[in-house]
């Protein structure tokens, strides 16, 4: 059973638009919330991340909402732009445990 | 940044032997690595963790006999894929965490490595 689920399994959104993108855990041991964008053929980079001690974080164009109770976090581009086309990997961890789990991905195109 | 470097990033084997893929943390001591292993169109499954010096803890299904992981130190970290098939052809990618990466709870990713079996 998926313990991280996005599922959007794709998305596609026109320049300056918003780009939302979904989240759901079944655990709620976990702790830290993670969104990573990986392009085709190269490692994901990180991108930004949430503690569960808050419900929001923000970094330039990227902001990452969590909603405990719901166990949904949520990660918003404003404006999207043509180079965030990639796919986004929602990872939640435990600071119990090493481990870091990844959803599926969600594959987002950002037309021009 | 932290950077983690995994070599080679591309690797074609005849099937039966052996291929070792390397990942390096380059400007920190990973205490922690960990390998992942991706299908097409499909999630990063993780295989394995390791930290230095002690024998790597492998996820469920994943024969620890055909992944070898050796954490000899605290910058590297391999794995070696034993007697390999063309199912165990794939795209590995290994990531670490540790002393000066970026956030307790981060993970600095290498660039992956795809291997192909014929």
């Known amino acids: 059973d998926q313990q991280v689920k996005q599922n959007s399994p794709s998305l596609s959104v026109q320049e300056g638009r918003i780009s939302i993108l979904n989240c759901d855990y079944t655990n709620s041991m976990f702790d830290y919330f993670l969104w990573y964008k990986k392009y085709p053929a190269e490692g994901p980079t990180f991108l930004i991340s949430i503690s569960s001690i808050k419900d929001k974080n923000e970094d330039g164009r990227f902001t990452v909402f969590l909603n405990k109770s719901a166990k949904h976090l949520s990660l918003h581009i404003v404006p999207s732009q043509p180079g965030d086309s990639a796919v986004y990997f929602c990872a939640v961890g435990s600071t119990s445990y090493d481990k870091v789990i990844f959803g599926p991905g969600t594959s987002l195109s950002v037309i021009p | 940044g932290a950077v983690v470097s995994q070599h080679p990033s591309r690797v074609i084997c005849k099937s039966g032997t052996s291929v070792k893929i390397e990942c390096r943390s380059l400007?920190?001591?990973?205490?922690?690595m960990f390998w992942y292993r991706q299908f097409p169109k499909q999630s990063l499954m993780l295989m394995a963790t390791s930290n230095e010096g002690s024998k790597a803890t492998y996820e469920q299904g994943v024969e620890k006999d055909k992944f070898l992981i050796n954490h000899a130190s605290l910058t590297l970290s391999t794995l070696t894929v034993t007697s390999a098939h063309p199912e165990d052809s794939s795209f590995y990618i290994c990531s670490a965490k540790g002393q000066g990466a970026p956030g307790a709870n981060v993970l600095t990713f290498g660039a992956g490595s795809r291997l192909t079996v014929l």
């Open positions: 400007d920190f001591q990973a205490t922690t």
